[in-house]
Each structure stands twice: as structure tokens, then as C-alpha cells.
């Protein structure tokens, strides 16, 4: 009896903490967003909304990373369980960067609201739409434990990498041609670097998927298409 009560009390720590990494992702997928709209709509307020909030962020950071080795010190987890717990602690790390990542933008944002808007912005909302899409879609194959999905974000990284290449390209030559133009540009090249690196960060989610379900390190090997 007692240790089934164990195993069942167990088992509802990692539910915990699964519920726990969702509610972070939350966060973070809610700050990309806002952060969009700040730079799309010229919205300081907003801005200066998704950098306060990321206080949060980091508190649930912390939150996690205590209960993570919490579980690791009491529970001595073994085999499948062991791996959710330091697949956890790192999905929890790629979160609070993503949150990061959200709060540069946001503060380049800030700076280039004190000047007319350069351009209008056409790549940069679509890298930002993929961007959203990979880190959802990455923390839905944690949830579901899907092998698939969690492998077409790490292809959709393509289509992020190709549009940061397009849009330095574009800048590249405003700031050829009107040395005025360069800070401006400047910041709008930082912004398209940070969404390339949260990009990254949905991408190291969906390896750890991978690994935890099959316990396969898929890092720097191709894809199961590429390999055909």
C-alpha cells in the first residue's frame, strides 16, 4: 500500500511539473506576441509591459529548477522518469531565453519609436508568425510526446534562417544608401537576430522531445527526410 501511494504521488509531481513548464510557455509565447505587436503597432506602453513582466518569467524559472531537483534528490527517478526530469530542467532554461529574447526586442522596440518607422515591415512579421509557431508547436509535442511534430520544428527552422538572411540583405542596402538610415536599421537587423535565436531555443525544445520519448541525442544529425 505505501508504495503504491508512493508511485501515485510520484506520478503526480510530474503532472506538477509538467502543468508548471506549460504555464511558463504560456508566458513566453505571450511575450513574442506582445512584443510584435509593440514593434508592428510603434506601442512603448506594451513594450515597456512584456520588459516588466519578465520578472515572471524568471520567477517561474527558479520555481521549476527548485522542484526539479526537489524531485531528482527525494525521488531518485530512474530510466523514462529521469529523463522528463532533466528534459524539464532544460526546456526550462530554453523558456526563460525565449523570455529574454521577447525583452531585447521590446527594447529596441522603445528606441526606435523615438524615430519615423524606416520601413514598412513585411519579412519581419512572418519571421515572427513562424518564430510563434515552432515554440508552440514545440511545447505541444512535450505535451503529447510526439516524435513527429517535434521533428517538423526543427525543418521549420529553415524557413527562419532564409527569412533572417532576406531581411539582412534588404537593411544592407538602406544603410548603403542613406548613412541616416543605419541606426534604424541597425536594431531592425537585432530584432530579426533575436527571433532567429528564439527560433533556435524551439528547436533545442524539440531535440529534448525527441530525446526523452526515444532517448536519442538528435543533435547536429539530419532529419529522418534528410536521411532518406
Known sequence: MIEGHIYKSFDKELKELKEKLLYEGSLVERAIRDAIKALLERDSSLAEKVISDDDVVNAKEVEIDEFCLKLLALRQPAARDLRFITTAIKINYDLERIGDMAVNV??????????????????????????????????????????????????????????????????????????????????????????????????????????????????????????K
Open 106 to 227: 521590446c527594447e529596441r522596440v522603445l528606441e526606435l519609436n523615438q524615430e519615423p518607422q524606416l520601413k514598412p515591415y513585411i519579412d519581419l512579421p512572418k519571421m515572427a508568425e513562424t518564430v510563434q509557431l515552432m515554440v508552440k508547436e514545440s511545447l505541444d509535442a512535450f505535451v503529447k510526446e510526439d516524435v513527429e511534430l517535434a521533428w517538423k520544428v526543427t525543418r521549420d527552422d529553415e524557413i527562419v534562417d532564409h527569412l533572417h538572411d532576406q531581411i539582412f540583405r534588404e537593411l544592407l542596402t538602406y544603410m548603403m544608401q542613406d548613412f541616416k538610415a543605419v541606426s534604424r536599421a541597425t536594431r531592425l537587423l537585432f530584432i530579426s537576430k533575436y527571433l532567429e535565436r528564439i527560433a533556435d531555443h524551439a528547436v533545442n525544445i524539440a531535440e529534448l522531445v525527441i530525446f526523452m520519448v526515444e532517448g536519442k541525442i538528435v543533435r547536429h544529425l539530419k532529419t529522418p527526410e534528410e536521411n
